[in-house]
């Protein structure tokens, strides 16, 4: 048997077994945004961590390495943006091929310390290595946040409103001309932009954190059909979502000339936006969206609610239930 | 320029400067073994990470799965072990092949359970992605210590006794057979499994880090020669080291039948033995060595001293001073 024959969460569930007895109370291990480790009188740590693999995650000639070191840190800010924790300091291991121009690993750490900066998150340490191929990239972020505060992906309640913090399917447009080798009009560059530069939503998660009527929060990494199938199946909880209330851009529905298919399809089933998934008790939803719109610009988009327990995910379109969505990546999935 | 035109240390002195403004007091950065961030209230966290590379680190057919997922965790623990901290949990982030046979996974898991175990680490996150080629390993670990137990590179003092907690040189013996395609002998096999299961020093740490007599720590990664220059760059001090005080086993000796050129070549040049490198106030060595040896079996090997300011290491052989050694590993250096 081969690892694509379980594919990537298979993979998970058949190694964390292995760990569950060592994880001592207080603790929360694999399978949220980030792990968190109790401080007895302090604000407790959370810890993330991701990894970047060259034409895995990135094709070098396609980013500029400026991006590619500003997004290196900032999926890994994202993970404690959904957990609702402040960055304290991140950690950096790469692997590089030896012929690698300076100038290419300056603009690489110039655009990791320009979000280093914003978000007042040194770099504390890590690894430099070679590499004989591919460039491998992995961030480890530690935060802190008061254990009231956290937030995490098991505690989602009925009737919550499922939301979303901004456009969804922006960055999996981009992805698609990049693969499919498209002609990059200014509209095709503009969402290989985004693509590129995912803003992990920081003071976002923060403020959401400190409010008490958000339940369940996680980040838009795999795309939503895949992602909220984490908070469902951990809170015990099904959802109903409503494909029409997705929240997308001018930028794509131009792009795609209200082609509502396909842009819905990229909303639902592309990963990589980075924007929040939270699930907001029903009562306060309009008082916090309001909240949340004076301070950031943008209302949380009400995509479905919470209904009733099972772990099923149930999408709508106009009204009448769909069989099926695919979508949500996995690694090692054939 | 090149990345090889500046190497590892370069480069690491290049992009840490980018940083240094945004490091809060109290924190440890970027250059010692761990990176330390302050509890208020609390023990401090201690953080370490480290990558593995297919063919750089490790050649898949040549270490078997158990071996290498030990090992993953071992060279992270032993950061830890260098600053004196408890473990507290780990996380692993994986690039694998598609067509990976599961047993190899498996396999990986239980070595770095193993010791996972061994230590009450738990595993607490982590990633897992797919790779077109080589496999990367990255480790972060998270450890706690009281602030005035934490040691670090830049304490030594004039008049210290330089030590070393075991053997030196039989991973450096087992990596040149394996590089070198020599036969593997039973002694042969003997040495690569020396390299291929290093065995971090985490409860010679915690004891070393609870004596004030100890000022300066760190594990040998790379080889004595390159990791006691940080040591004396760091603390400002000198230090004149004895080859024929460096501790072998009589397995190196058998192997390379008392060629002591080749034999001090090694344990001096040669890395990933993993050993604690520490310097002690002489005033104390010897009581220091003997409670050591009650407890772990083996003294604490005195190599030589830190004798004056400037960073210079001197090494001699049989009191005559060698004008120069080599040796220590650097990445990118062509």
């Known amino acids: 048997m081969q690892l694509k024959d379980i594919g990537e969460f298979g993979?998970?569930?058949?190694?964390?077994?292995?760990?569950?007895?060592?994880?001592?109370?207080?603790?929360?291990g694999i399978g949220d945004d980030c792990a968190v480790i109790p401080s007895q009188k302090d604000k407790n740590f959370l810890v993330s961590t991701d990894m970047l693999v060259e034409n895995v995650h990135f094709i070098k000639s396609e980013i500029?390495?400026?991006?590619?070191g500003h997004k290196s840190l900032a999926v890994n800010l994202s993970d404690l943006a959904a957990s609702g924790a402040e960055p304290c300091g991140s950690f950096l291991s790469i692997s590089l091929p030896q012929n690698v121009d300076i100038q290419w690993v300056d603009d690489f750490f110039d655009g990791y310390a320009s979000l280093s900066k914003k978000y007042n998150c040194p770099l504390l340490g890590g690894d430099t290595t070679k590499t004989l191929n591919a460039i491998a990239i992995n961030v480890t972020v530690v935060g802190r946040a008061s254990v009231e505060k956290i937030k995490?992906?098991?505690?989602?309640?009925?009737?919550?409103?499922?939301?979303?913090?901004g456009y969804l399917g922006d960055s999996a447009g981009g992805l698609e001309i990049l693969l499919d080798g498209l002609e990059k009009t200014p509209l095709a560059k503009e969402l290989i932009k985004r693509h590129h530069n995912p803003q992990p939503r920081v003071e976002q998660g923060i403020f959401l954190a400190s409010r008490r009527e958000v339940n369940a929060m996680m980040d838009i990494s795999d795309g939503i059909n895949s992602d909220l199938k984490h908070i469902l199946s951990l809170s015990g909880k099904s959802a109903?979502?409503?494909?029409?209330?997705l929240p997308v851009s001018e930028l794509l529905?131009?792009?795609y000339k209200g082609d509502l298919q396909k842009i819905y399809n990229l909303a639902c089933g592309g990963g990589e936006d980075y924007e929040l998934l939270l699930t907001v008790d029903f009562r306060y939803f309009t008082d916090l969206s309001v909240q949340f719109e004076k301070k950031f610009g943008n209302p949380l988009y009400a995509i479905g609610k919470i209904n009733g327990d099972g772990g099923q995910l149930r999408w709508f379109e106009n009204g009448f239930c769909l069989n099926s969505i695919s979508g949500g990546y996995n690694h090692f999935s054939a």
Chains 1, 2 share one sequence.
């Open 64 to 68: 500029s390495a400026f991006e590619l």
């Open 253 to 255: 529905k131009e792009y």
């Open 152 to 165: 995490l992906r098991n505690k989602a309640k009925d009737g919550d409103i499922v939301c979303v913090t």
């Open 240 to 245: 109903d979502l409503h494909l029409e209330k």
């Open 11 to 28: 993979l998970i569930s058949r190694f964390s077994k292995k760990f569950l007895d060592l994880i001592p109370n207080g603790f929360v």
